[in-house]
């Protein structure tokens, strides 16, 4: 029985990713992320994240619900886009890896800068995070193993993709 899993080569997935669209999306702040719940039922979560130049990378709580349903299955999907007409939106599917860490990950205080504080709010912020995350925390990481880019000018989603081609078809070109 085959699982559906659609596997990219790594050059497609590299060539993709360094696209000028994709880099744009990989340099915001926020994804969402989806997983399956440890009660089998699907949850989509926004998160801050960070994009190291290989994997993505987000920090949660070490008392996180969604940590148990990652760890029984790791198997996640990231949607990155925007909010203008037409839309960019890059699709991101692979398995997440937990690293659980002391302290605050550089990756959790990067994540977090590109939000509008003013030095003394950031200060303010970074004590509490500090305070609060006393026991550590854990660095999900997605190495991507399939990636889509939709900019809605070069590339559509599928489904559109092959209504364009039924056109075409119909069309007689």
Known sequence: MTTGVMMMEQNEITEILN???????LARDLTRLAYVAKDGTPRNVPIAFVWNGTEIVMCTTKNAPKLPALRANPMVALTIDTE???PKILLVRGPAELDVVDGIPDEYLEANTTYEMTPEQRVEWEA??????VDGMVRVVVTPTWVK????????????EELVRQRAERQGA
């Open 84 to 86: 203008v007409h037409p």
């Open 19 to 25: 696209r000028p669209v994709s880099q744009e999306l």
């Open 149 to 160: 880019l939709i900019d809605f000018e070069t590339t559509l989603p599928s489904a559109v």
């Open 128 to 133: 509490e995070v500090r305070s609060l995350y």
